[in-house]
């Protein structure tokens, strides 16, 4: 079982982060060397500035505001509670001062921001079992859909257990540890490996992993692509 947790903790970490930035880059080169469009794709009338209105359409999402109200909220929702998730991830390597210039302890929103994940994916899972959406997804969706589910339940839990059942044997200090070590390419795994409650670390990391391998060579470039489609789309 060491082995096991180490093998997923430790070089199947740098291998997923290897391959995310290598894939990221090898997408973006791949679009960079095809032949420039020569149909015009700034449909829209030109309001200026044009990254001022490419971003108000990346970020508000006007177009399914008008078209389908619920599902921009979850959206919205979704996207604002990943940018948290970011910067909490950030705070368990280390406690930047930049980051507490509104205090809170780590991990930020006391469990709220994997709620608040956990809630919209549900409705985007359900969403399409139940609408014209059905027709248009392919296994991708589900299999993105799920496998992002599984990743924020299980870090949820790491993060409930802790601050909603006073569950104190799994530590901010244990994993800061961790993956400061992991940073600097010296990696110690002992202060998140000695507990009973490693196994859904494990799990976490496991499908994280998963999820950071597989994000180059899927929809979820859409985080990467979007600004700059926006921009084009806006001349
Ligand atoms: C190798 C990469 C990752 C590591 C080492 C990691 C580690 C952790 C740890 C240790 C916690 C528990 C914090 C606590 O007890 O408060 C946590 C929480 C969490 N993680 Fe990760 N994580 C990783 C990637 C991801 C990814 C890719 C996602 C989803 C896209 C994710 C979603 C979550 C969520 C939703 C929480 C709980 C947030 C909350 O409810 O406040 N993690 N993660």
Redesign the pocket.
């Known amino acids: 079982m060491d082995t096991l947790n180490y093998i997923i903790?430790v070089p199947m970490?740098y291998f997923?982060?290897a391959v995310f930035v290598a894939g990221v880059l090898y997408r973006i080169a791949a679009i960079l060397k095809k032949p420039s469009i020569t149909i015009p794709l700034n449909v829209y009338p030109q309001k200026k500035p044009a990254w001022l209105h490419a971003l108000a359409d990346t970020f508000l999402m006007p177009a399914v505001f008008k078209a389908k109200p619920v599902m921009w909220f979850f959206l919205i929702v979704f996207h604002a509670s990943?940018f948290l998730?970011i910067i909490?991830?950030i705070e368990?390597i280390h406690s930047f001062s930049i980051f507490q210039i509104i205090e809170h302890d780590?991990?930020?929103?006391?469990?709220?921001?994997?709620?608040t994940?956990?809630i919209s994916l549900l409705y985007f899972l359900f969403r399409r079992f139940s609408s014209n959406a059905r027709n248009l997804s392919v296994p991708e969706d589900y299999f993105l859909l799920i496998l992002?589910l599984l990743?924020?339940i299980?870090?949820?839990e790491?993060?409930?257990?802790?601050?909603w059942f006073g569950y104190q044997e799994?530590t901010?200090d244990g994993?800061q540890t961790?993956?400061k070590s992991m940073l600097l390419f010296k990696p110690d795994i002992s202060d998140?490996t000695y507990s009973g409650h490693t196994f859904m670390?494990v799990f976490?990391?496991f499908f994280?992993?998963l999820?950071?391998l597989f994000f180059p060579f899927s929809k979820m470039m859409h985080a990467i692509f979007t600004i700059p489609l926006n921009k084009i789309r806006r001349g």
């Open positions: 903790l970490v997923s982060f990943i998730l909490g991830h368990l780590i991990f930020l929103g006391r469990g709220f921001v994997g709620l994940l956990f992002l990743t924020i299980l870090g949820s790491l993060d409930w257990a802790r601050t799994m901010v994993y961790y993956l998140v670390l976490h990391v994280a992993n999820f950071i």
